[in-house]
């Protein structure tokens, strides 16, 4: 019997917004090992053609059974497309490759942890929560945490530029999580939060102010009081155009936003330039330290926010591809901090630290 060696990487969704800058950043570190996967032959070859064939173009639907041929010789699948069920996820992890997920969703995130017993007989892991959100926003709530003796909460705001360039998907996914309310625990209640409906006010620094933020369904805020042991932690999202927010808010309250087509918000968001390219993510804990009360907020931001998740991401598959040893369903803390993932995405963005 003649054994291939494991050693292929297949990003699904490699020819998107944010698998493309996931494949170039990990053809510099395993050229020709490095496919970009999607159900269009045409764009995945195109793609392929851009780079000089130094990533390779894999015509693959994952809501089809996938032919055990394919994945003979993949040790590591990246998966850049939202999933609602997590067949696919098993096969892989079934046969023993390494899986890594970027979505944002935690209903979908749910199911895949649920997967963690049969990975572990597999010999495989998953990591979970490898973008900026989920993902960045973990870590630092991590790093906030560990600095206090007792962690009472976690608030986690999140900015996001109307003038950076985010994939459709990204779009018409975070339009639909704005106009659908949702379930979280609190410390052992389950409590419905609604989406852009309630604001907490975040200062964003010299330039930016001080700016209203919304509850928001992102996966974090469901992770992170089992990983890192801290409840409640909330999440909230505003934009860099405060008409733009306001705006969101104030049709969510007069329940007029449920009656905007996604696809219609979805493309005027994808032509509108009111804003600028960029991100800021605010974590701010309220704890105990010596005895005393105390506020510790850490804040990172930059431009491009698709390629900060791309980053993330590409140290998360080096990580599997080179030196994990845990088999499982991880997210992203639960095997790295902060200063580790920091050295990869220092140079495009600013880290800051304050307390009181």
Known sequence: MVYLAKKDIIVVGGYGHVGKLICRQLADYYPGDVYAAGRSQEKAERFS????????PMVLDINQKVPANILATVK????????????FAASCLE?????????????FLQKLEELHQLVVQSNAAALLSVGLNPGVTNLLAKSVSEK???????????????????????IEWTIHQAKTDFHKWENGQRVLKRSFVGKQTAYFGKKLGWRNA?????????VLPKTINVDPVNTFLCFDSRLATSSFSIMKKLGLI???????????????SIGEPMFHVKVRGKGIKDGKEIVLETDVSGQE????????????????????TR????????IADWSSVYEAIKTDIVWEISGD
């Open 49 to 56: 053609a851009s780079t000089n064939g130094k990533i390779k």
């Open 76 to 87: 590591l699948i990246i998966v850049c497309l939202e999933q609602e069920s997590v067949t």
């Open 95 to 107: 046969s023993g490759i390494d899986y890594i997920d970027i979505s944002a969703s935690y209903s």
């Open 148 to 170: 206090m003796d007792i962690t009472e909460s976690v608030d986690i705001f999140l900015m996001l530029g109307l003038g950076d360039k985010h994939g459709h998907a990204a």
């Open 214 to 222: 919304y509850p928001f369904n992102f996966a974090d805020q469901h």
């Open 258 to 272: 449920r009656f905007l087509p996604d696809k219609l918000t979805t493309g005027i968001f994808k032509r509108i």
């Open 305 to 324: 926010e698709a390629k900060i998740t791309a980053f993330v991401t590409t140290w998360a598959a080096q990580f599997l591809y080179e030196h994990n």
């Open 327 to 334: 088999k499982g369903v991880f997210h992203l803390e639960e």
